[in-house]
């Protein structure tokens, strides 16, 4: 849509792009031409306006918007693009484009805007407003007053997120969904003018800023021809960051700072997108060096410093060492709240999608990348012998349902040197099942030289298992070693950024040495390195294997010098191709390694490649193919027999399948959300399918329980209901917890204690959920502190109709009351008064005695005489 000429002023939003900017039942007229795909918008100007001169809500597709002149507006331009969860696998990128445009924060002459118009933080269902006043109104921060160009966000309807309900319940620059994977803002021919960052009304006004409510993702935003006119102490940007005290205890004890990992009741949570803010300058008109540069918010990416100066405590950000090569601080830069890198930074973005069962619910972070080759220090804490280090926690939690029941994506974004050979560490155990990106290269023209090595050091409860990696969903053929790659025979090289995308190398070393002398795995370095290049995506699954044990009387250096036939051998033994089978660890028997003794090897035997790949695509396993069991089966005592074991001196033997192990997740709801816990089986032995049981709850509610229990019921809409924390044990029960979400808590407690009395007694649990067993049902308040009944509740039900007709009826009784009280003392009590006192005078003359009760004290002619009722102190007490 391309227009010219248009304007608009003096209103709160000037151009509003929307696929339709209401809630269904207002009934918006939607065009049945409306795109899909993308939106072209332009050909206006906005002036003197209240909140965005230019919004975009949640349309779905593309943006470019062209010829457009915002003057004095809060936000000049801000966007929320949706994408549907296909786009989610990174293969198309997002894109948002800005050209010929123009943002002025001020007109010519026009010292400030207004000390009492500035961004403001406000209260809606997704309730931002805590976040947006901890951050970015927070202890002695500056106000903003007006901004340019806002940052653009990418979204998806990926894991039940959708676009918000729009003003007033939802600010417009808000966002309850989980973004995209990629995403690019290519701003080309902006021009931006009057934007002081301290004005003469004690604001800072800048011409590009982050997004005030998001705080998960900033996707790439790139610049070039770009002019500026009159811009002041640091105007052009500003980012807010983490570091530092937060001035927001955890609690009357416990000083609370920034990205302190360890803090019991914000260290799972550091939002990740402040810090990792980045703008790139194509041609250098944005920082006016006439050459590409970046602007950086990461204060530890630009520095040499390892690990250890920070670990994961919060207070140790203060002691940052000194900056790196290309990267420099200056006072203007100091304005901006950001580092400034030069054309030998090459920056690219690494992006991390945890695939596993469990994504939503553990939290395998943080994560940490830095310069390095992967190996962790005596603590467990990665090394980062390079420096540049990195720090990422995943996005919070989205959609009301995601807030109630603690779920949210473990996503991971990063920012890499293009060629860098980078250490990527989990602090908690890594996930089985990921998948990188590498994208946003396009800027550098280095065509087929973009690239990076990851170093990833496995470690937890799955380590021992086989690491597949795949390509675009092919899988690549294993490349394992026990040690080094130039200590294998024949040597081999370490993965480079210019190889293939997928060329890696697992080294499953163990060091004997310190196995025996602290009593446990001692060194084991265990770390895959493999190459991400762009337009190519790569998975790493961890994969079930046969775990084989051999002891054989032998001491430890002499079978090291001969080790390299034995998987040969047992392979052979076993019937399977030899590259099926590796080392996983050898260590002594016994402590007489050189004299005598025996020795312990360990060998994995992977999965046929048929598995791996009906396993990646999800298809169904023959028996030939699923041949671990059948493997595992023939290896019994009498293998050791065996003619292709005949030059090994092998005492016993011993075999186990070790598949991908998911911990049972506890249950986990917020607290004061309650719920009901179920524990149930489908009739007939069927899959348990969540989505229809909440379907079918959702159903009757709207059906039977608005007219047995209370008629709100009735506009019960999807996602009203949840099952979550959804577990199926090994018997087939199936445990979960049910929510109702609400918009009234109240209706969410009285429908679960309702749902709770027929789902606990098998004769009626079938009203609610025919075909399903309920074996047992338990109701949890869980902290819950609202009223307990629809009657208790007359006073909490936002927008009532009836707390509003109660309101004005107990308003009017309590006006009259006071007028009725107001004419009683001020009219009839006074009038009497005055009766009283002209028949005392009247009394007194004739001579008689009259009872005028206590006296009062006199007053002169200058004070004033005691009031015979109290008077309202100001407009607010009227």
């Not at 002499?558 to 034995?566: I, L, R």
């Not at 005598?596 to 035997?605: I, W």
């Not at 999800?618 to 493997?631: K, P």
Request: include cysteine; glycine fraction near 10%.
């Amino acid at each position: 849509m391309q227009w010219s000429n248009n304007y608009a002023h003096s209103v709160r939003d000037g151009l509003l792009v929307a696929q339709e900017p209401a809630e269904s039942f207002f009934n918006w007229a939607e065009d049945s031409t409306t795109p899909s795909t993308c939106r072209h918008v332009g050909g206006v100007t906005a002036y003197w306006v209240g909140d965005h001169g230019l919004i975009n809500w949640y349309a779905p597709g593309d943006f470019v918007v062209t010829d457009l002149t915002v003057v004095e507006a809060t936000i000049g331009s801000s966007a929320i693009l949706m994408y549907p969860p296909a786009n989610v696998v990174g293969q198309t990128i997002p894109t948002a484009r800005y050209s010929n445009v123009a943002f002025a924060g001020y007109w010519n002459g026009q010292s400030c805007r207004s000390t009492e118009h500035v961004w403001k933080c406000k209260k809606s269902l997704l309730d931002s407003k805590p976040w947006c006043e901890f951050f970015h109104r927070g202890h002695n921060q500056q106000a903003m007053g007006v901004t340019g160009l806002g940052e653009t966000l990418f979204t998806s309807s990926e894991f039940g997120g959708k676009k918000t309900k729009g003003e007033q319940k939802f600010r417009w620059t808000e966002m309850d969904s989980f973004s995209t994977v990629g995403g690019q803002v290519i701003v080309n021919g902006a021009h931006f003018a009057n934007f002081d960052g301290n004005d003469g009304c004690g604001l800072k006004n800048v011409a590009v800023h982050q997004n005030p409510y998001s705080n998960d993702t900033f996707h790439h935003h790139q610049f070039s021809q770009v002019s500026w006119s009159n811009i002041r102490n640091g105007g052009e940007v500003y980012m807010r960051t983490m570091y530092g005290n937060t001035h927001h205890p955890a609690d009357d004890f416990t000083e609370t700072w920034y990205l302190d990992y360890d803090n019991f009741k914000y260290g799972a949570y550091w939002p990740d997108s402040p810090n990792h803010q980045l703008l790139i300058d194509v041609d250098g008109t944005f920082t006016g060096t006439g050459r590409r540069s970046s602007i950086v918010a990461s204060q530890t990416l630009t520095r040499n410093d390892q690990f250890s100066t920070y670990g994961y405590n919060g207070r140790n950000f203060r002691n940052l060492g000194p900056m790196r090569a290309g990267c420099v601080e200056s006072e203007r830069t100091r304005s901006w709240n950001a580092v400034q890198c030069d054309s030998t930074v090459e920056w690219l973005s690494v992006i991390i999608d945890n695939l596993s069962e469990d994504r939503l619910t553990r939290r395998p972070g943080p994560v940490v990348m830095c310069k390095g080759d992967g190996m962790i220090d005596v603590n467990g804490w990665p090394l980062c012998q390079g420096g540049q280090v990195q720090y990422a926690s995943g996005p919070v939690m989205k959609g009301k349902a995601g807030r109630a029941i603690l779920e949210r994506m473990t996503r991971y974004w990063f920012h890499a040197e293009n060629n860098g050979n980078l250490t990527l560490a989990f602090r908690g155990q890594p996930p089985e099942n990921m998948r990188f990106y590498l994208q946003d290269h396009e800027y550098l023209n280095v065509g087929s030289n973009a690239g990076v090595t990851l170093n990833l050091r496995y470690h937890g409860l799955n380590s021992q298992l086989r690491v597949g990696v795949y390509v675009n969903g092919v899988r690549q053929r294993p490349v394992v070693g026990y040690g080094y790659p130039h200590e294998q025979s024949p040597p081999r090289t370490w993965p480079a950024s210019t190889d293939p995308a997928g060329t890696h190398y697992h080294d499953k070393y163990v060091n004997s040495e310190e196995y025996t002398r602290i009593g446990n795995q001692g060194v084991q370095r265990n770390v895959l390195s493999f190459v991400l290049r762009p337009g190519s995506v790569v998975d790493l699954r961890q994969e079930p294997i046969v775990q084989v044990t051999a002891t054989l009387s032998m001491p430890l250096d002499e079978f090291f010098n001969n080790k390299e036939t034995f998987p040969a051998a047992m392979a052979n033994a076993l019937g399977i191709p030899e590259d099926r089978m590796k080392f996983a660890k050898i260590v002594p028997g016994t402590t007489r390694r050189r004299q005598g003794g025996t020795t312990v090897v360990e060998l994995s035997v992977q999965q046929s490649e048929a598995a791996a790949n009906a396993n990646y695509a999800g298809t169904a396993l023959g028996e030939e193919q699923n041949d671990l069991a059948a493997i595992a089966a023939r290896v019994t005592p009498d293998l050791v027999q065996s003619s292709s074991l005949s030059n090994w001196p092998v005492a016993s033997v011993e075999a186990t399948v070790v598949k991908v192990a998911i911990p049972v997740p506890e249950v986990n709801v917020a607290s004061g959300t309650p719920y009901v816990l179920l524990n149930a089986t489908r009739n007939g032995g069927a899959t348990m399918n969540t989505t229809l049981m909440e379907m079918a709850v959702e159903n009757y509610a709207k059906t039977v329980m608005n007219i047995t229990v209370d008629a709100q019921f009735n506009v019960t809409e999807r996602g009203d209901v949840v099952m979550s924390n959804v577990h199926t044990d090994a018997a087939g029960f199936t445990r979960m917890a049910m929510l109702m979400l609400y918009e009234n808590t109240t209706v969410s407690f009285i429908g679960l204690q309702h749902l709770y009395n027929l789902l606990s007694n098998s004769s009626t649990s079938g009203q609610v959920l025919p075909g399903y067993t309920i074996h047992s049902a338990e109701f949890s308040e869980n902290g819950y502190g609202g009223q307990r009944s629809s009657d208790d509740d007359l006073w909490g039900v936002e927008g009532s109709v009836l707390k509003f007709a109660v309101g004005v009826a107990v308003g009017l009784i309590v006006v009259c009351a006071i007028g009725a009280a107001v004419l009683y003392c001020c009219i009839y009590k006074r009038t009497a008064k005055h009766a009283d006192r002209a028949e005392q005078q009247a009394k007194a003359a004739a001579g008689e005695e009259y009872d005028v009760g206590p006296s009062k004290p006199v007053h002169s002619p200058n004070e004033p005489a005691e009031e015979d009722s109290e008077q309202p102190q100001g407009a607010d007490n009227v």
